[in-house]
């Protein structure tokens, strides 16, 4: 059992930047590097949607449209930490963030790829 913490949300204005980040307290066989990691979103009233993945090495990542150009997802394997530099935020942006791991190497944005999930961190954007 993989334990996802993701800590980072909050309240911002139109235009304004939150960095949301995931730590993992992993109690699995396999090594954090084996896992590719990603960013979901889910607003109320909405289905889940994957914003963000990036592969086991860091080497390659994956975007939703709506977020190229202004989010980026990076990881810190040393520390077991991911994380969600999020810029340029739009009020179409607030949602409910989750982290989830994924035994794989390549990134992947469907939700069903993913094994272990977090509890979730809220970001309201206003305009």
């Known amino acids: 059992q993989m334990l996802l913490e993701e800590s980072g949300g909050g309240s911002v204005q139109a235009g304004g930047s939150l960095r949301l980040s995931c730590t993992a307290s992993?109690?699995?066989?396999?090594?954090?590097?084996?896992?590719?990691w990603g960013w979901f979103r889910q607003a109320p009233g909405k289905e889940r949607e994957g914003v963000a993945s990036?592969?086991?090495?860091?080497?390659?990542?994956s975007y939703a449209t709506s977020v190229k150009g202004r989010f980026t997802i990076s990881r810190d394997n040393a520390n077991h930490t991911l994380y969600l530099q999020m810029n340029t935020l739009e009020p179409e942006d607030t949602a409910m963030y989750y982290c989830?791991?994924?035994?794989?190497?390549?990134?992947?944005?469907?939700?069903?790829?993913?094994?272990?999930w977090g509890q979730g961190t809220q970001v309201n954007v206003s305009s």
């Open positions: 992993a109690y699995t066989s396999n090594p954090y590097t084996t896992y590719t």
């Open positions: 989830a791991a994924a035994l794989g190497t390549w990134p992947s944005l469907i939700a069903p790829a993913y094994n272990y």
């Open positions: 990036i592969n086991h090495s860091g080497g390659r990542t």
